[in-house]
């Protein structure tokens, strides 16, 4: 009854979502997000939950909150880059992992936004270090393809979805030939196979149901197929090895209009010139310097800062890297990125090109670069502040607006740490009484 009450308590608190303020924080050490400068003495000014301005100086509007955030670092929301926050809360216990459906007759077609639970743990927590967006994808088991990803907001209410259907997810070279049946150029039969189903459906939908089993998609996956084939939605395609990833170059040159985005891309520094040449953006592993498969004998830390000096539009991700829970190490991947500056030998980026890689670069890789990832006019009103620099690991965020809207900044863990930091005779758990 206990645990049912506490349940109550809990849903009742983040049902109905709070309304946006209008909001005004001055005096800040202001990060905009986009790879500019910090500016010394800037203000933000969000109305209806979105951002009206940002800049040096100013004076604070009449009406609303004024915050004066007394020179300390203000910054738009982390945008967690790769994830699978949300649709997995413990990894062993297949009840709680949505992320993947592995006798399913469907693999494009599946949209992840479904099973996004608000309240699972992971989201306060990351919310709590500052993350205000995700991007979110599922796990691909019979196909390469895996479905329709989503990007979320951690608010806490019930209503996490900013953009359902926002992008493709692929799997390509070692794991992308396993799912396809054993091998690379499996991978690449099936691939074509599906662009050729989802042309045929495009061109006709009503006649698709008749071609029986010479139709390898579902119906519904061929026509999950027809925005990406269009343009109107990017494929996000995890690749790791060099080779591989001329291989998604050169599909990019057949098809168009394909809008690829490489995920983790281990070793893409190889070819860095002909990702940047082709114009594909990447969502990269910022720390890979080891390799932990042989699509990665090439790993380096400085993968990140070649591909930026090469003129590749690059942000972090966290694929196959705790990436359901730990969003918010992105941060110190990010500082770590600043630090490989001082290496002699080593590529690594400018703090302010390193905070971009957190905030508006992944949003301008999917195509949200409008809506989220900086503090620019018109963007959605996910403001942070720090206590200190965001990059460095002991910094913690203070106050953190998502859409305007103030958010809690308690979690379990921060529960539990108030529970045992002064116990109480008689407020702990039986087996601590004495």
């Given at each position: ?9 809990l849903?009742a608190?983040?049902?109905?979502p709070a309304a946006a303020?209008d909001?005004v924080?001055?005096?800040a ?13 800037g ?6 939950g979105?951002v009206?301005?940002?800049?040096p ?12 955030a ?7 929301g ?5 994830s ?12 709680t992992?949505?992320?993947s ?8 077609a599946?949209d992840?936004a479904?099973?996004?639970?608000p ?14 967006r ?17 990007v979320?907001?951690l608010?806490?209410?019930m209503?996490?979805i ?13 794991t992308?030939g ?6 690379r150029?499996a991978a690449m039969?099936m ?15 009503a006649?698709?149901?008749d071609?029986g ?7 519904a996956d061929?026509q ?10 990017p ?13 998604i170059v ?21 070819v ?13 592993s910022?720390?890979a ?15 990140i800062?070649?591909l ?8 972090i991700g ?5 990436e359901?829970?730990q969003a ?19 590529a690594?980026?400018?703090w ?6 957190i905030?508006s ?5 999917i ?5 989220i ?9 996910d ?5 200190g620099?965001?990059l460095?690991v ?5 106050t ?10 308690e ?5 539990l740490?108030q ?15 004495h």
């Amino acid at each position: 009854m206990r645990a049912l009450a506490f349940a109550a308590a809990l849903l009742a608190g983040t049902a109905i979502p709070a309304a946006a303020q209008d909001v005004v924080i001055t005096n800040a050490k202001l990060v905009i997000g986009d790879g500019s400068a910090p500016i010394e003495g800037g203000t933000v000014v969000i109305r209806g939950g979105r951002v009206v301005s940002a800049g040096p100086g100013g004076t604070a509007p009449a009406g609303g909150r004024t915050i004066d955030a007394g020179g300390r670092w203000v910054s738009p929301g982390i945008v967690a880059g790769f994830s699978r926050m949300g649709i997995i809360e413990v990894d062993g216990v297949s009840e709680t992992n949505d992320s993947s459906a592995a006798t399913s007759p469907f693999n494009a077609a599946i949209d992840v936004a479904s099973a996004v639970n608000p309240l699972s743990g992971p989201i306060a927590v990351n919310r709590t270090e500052g993350i205000t967006r995700a991007i979110v994808a599922p796990d691909p088991r019979g196909s390469i393809f895996a479905g329709q990803g989503a990007v979320i907001d951690l608010g806490g209410d019930m209503n996490p979805i900013t953009r359902a259907k926002a992008f493709q997810f692929m799997e390509w070279g070692q794991t992308g030939g396993e799912r396809a049946g054993g091998s690379r150029p499996a991978a690449m039969a099936m691939l074509r196979n599906a662009l050729f189903e989802a042309r045929t459906y495009a061109a006709n939908p009503a006649s698709y149901n008749d071609r029986g089993k010479d139709a390898l998609l579902t119906r519904a996956d061929a026509q999950a197929l027809g925005p990406v084939l269009r343009g109107e939605m990017p494929l996000l395609v995890h690749v790791e090895r060099a080779s591989d990833i001329l291989t998604i170059v050169a599909l990019k040159r057949e098809f168009p209009t394909i809008r690829p985005v490489l995920v983790g891309a281990t070793e893409g520094w190889m070819v860095a010139r002909d990702i940047a040449a082709a114009q594909i953006p990447v969502i990269a592993s910022a720390l890979a310097d080891l390799p932990a498969s042989f699509e990665q004998l090439a790993a380096t830390q400085s993968n990140i800062g070649r591909l930026k000096a090469a003129g590749v539009l690059v942000g972090i991700g966290q694929i196959n890297d705790d990436e359901s829970r730990q969003a918010r190490l992105v941060k110190q991947y990010a500082g770590n990125l600043v630090a490989l500056t001082r290496i002699p030998g080593a590529a690594g980026l400018s703090w302010d090109e390193a905070f971009a890689t957190i905030t508006s670069k992944p949003a301008e890789a999917i195509g949200m670069a409008g809506e989220i990832g900086s503090l620019r006019p018109g963007r959605r009103g996910d403001v942070v502040i720090w206590d200190g620099d965001p990059l460095e690991v002991g910094t913690a965020a203070t106050t953190v607006f998502i859409d305007g809207v103030e958010q809690s900044l308690e979690n379990r863990q921060t529960r539990l740490r108030q529970r045992y930091l002064d116990p109480k005779e008689g407020a702990l758990p039986k087996a601590y009484q004495h």
